[in-house]
């Protein structure tokens, strides 16, 4: 597995780390033991980066890797990013310190630990991204040991480039596959100017860049792949990353067609994770996996040789031809 350095952090962590969504709530029913499978066959597989939030499952995400390390012991090597932020109404008046404390000692306790290691603000409105006593406040908290460091994931790449450029700021999370190539422009050359880590979230487009979805595909009713395709729970933009579904399934088989013209073995899903984890400037990308099987899979494109700047051109091409004119504009 790839190591690289996490930002501002300076842990270094794996390439290819773990988002932990999955082990909470949106995606169908994932038991506790299959939580616990997940997380096990990841850190057997070189995976030292995992991505939750307090709202994930309403804690059942930070409760399950606080109860995986705790059977870890000391000294496990993993680094956890936290989120908080969206257990109330996403307005600037309740990102202040009151909050910050209670958000903070709930993620601690729900992970068993006295410091968080990098807290990241879940998708705050802009004027947050921009509020100087938001940094203060967070500032204060590493200051008393609540937390390491602390990041922002963000929607927009204006959002990204807002936080890059505050001093304290780790890490950014932001939407990138090769869907949503964006932060190619001016967000990763920034990050990687200021030392900012970047950590790439929904890097299979919610499953659509593992090529395996069809147009007769059904997901179980309390997936958010059904509920959410426009953004009307939550963000326009995370569920198959605000990609058409349809016109999905047509990039997705190109991709696939990439995929299989490699000259080393590799699925869809692998390609597609290593093309983002290979990225100058992306410190590590989070798969969500249901299961153990997919987590070891993507765990293991963490290794995967270059894909070379020939494949990046036929990305663009594809991302061009079928997704540029709606989804650039956008965000
Ligand atoms: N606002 C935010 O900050 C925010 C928003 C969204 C996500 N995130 C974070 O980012 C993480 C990743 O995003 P995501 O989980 O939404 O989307 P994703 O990683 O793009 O897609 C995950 C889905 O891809 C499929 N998959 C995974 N591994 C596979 C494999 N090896 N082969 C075939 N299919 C595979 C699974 O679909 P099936 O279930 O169909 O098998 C899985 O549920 C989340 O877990 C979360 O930690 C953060």
Redesign the pocket.
């Known amino acids: 597995m790839e190591q690289t350095i996490l930002g501002k952090t300076n842990r270094t962590v794996s390439a290819v780390g773990l988002?932990?969504?999955?082990l909470g709530a949106d995606?169908g029913n994932v038991s506790e033991s299959d939580a616990l499978a997940v997380l096990a066959a990841s850190e057997d597989a070189g995976v030292t980066f995992l991505?939750?939030?307090d709202v994930y499952g309403d804690g059942r995400s930070e409760q399950a890797i606080g109860a995986f390390l705790r059977s870890r012991g000391d000294g496990h090597g993993i680094t956890v990013a936290t989120?908080m932020g969206r257990r109330m109404e996403q307005v600037p008046e309740n990102y202040v310190m009151e909050n910050f404390r209670a958000w903070t000692d709930r993620s601690r306790k729900n992970l068993g630990t006295d410091t968080l290691d990098l807290v990241q603000l879940?998708?705050p409105p802009s004027a947050t991204v921009t509020s100087g006593e938001v940094y203060d406040a967070l500032d204060t908290l590493v200051a008393e040991g609540a937390i390491a460091a602390y990041g922002l994931?963000v929607e927009t790449c204006g959002q990204a480039l807002a936080a890059i450029a505050r001093p304290n700021v780790a890490t950014v999370?932001i939407i990138l596959?090769a869907f949503r190539l964006k932060p190619l422009d001016e967000v990763l050359p920034a990050a990687r100017e200021a030392g900012v880590g970047i950590i790439a979230?929904?890097?299979?487009?919610?499953?659509l860049l593992?090529g395996?979805y069809t147009a007769a595909t059904t997901f179980a009713g309390d997936d958010h792949r059904n509920y959410n395709r426009d953004g009307s729970h939550f963000?326009v933009g995370?569920t198959f990353s605000g990609v058409d579904y349809s016109v999905g399934l047509e990039a997705a088989g190109r991709f696939a067609d990439l995929a299989a013209g490699l000259d080393f073995t590799a699925?869809t899903?692998q390609a597609a994770l290593a093309w983002v984890a290979q990225l100058d400037g992306v410190s590590t990308v989070?798969?969500?996996?249901?299961s153990a099987e997919?987590a070891v899979?993507?765990a293991a494109a963490g290794s995967l040789p270059d894909l070379g700047g020939a494949f990046t051109a036929s990305v663009r091409g594809i991302y061009d031809e079928f997704l540029r004119a709606d989804i650039h504009p956008r965000w």
């Open positions: 988002g932990t969504w999955q995606w991505d939750t939030a989120k879940h998708c994931s999370q596959n979230r929904v890097p299979l487009a919610s499953g593992s395996k963000d995370e699925t899903a989070i798969p969500g996996a249901r997919q899979a993507n």
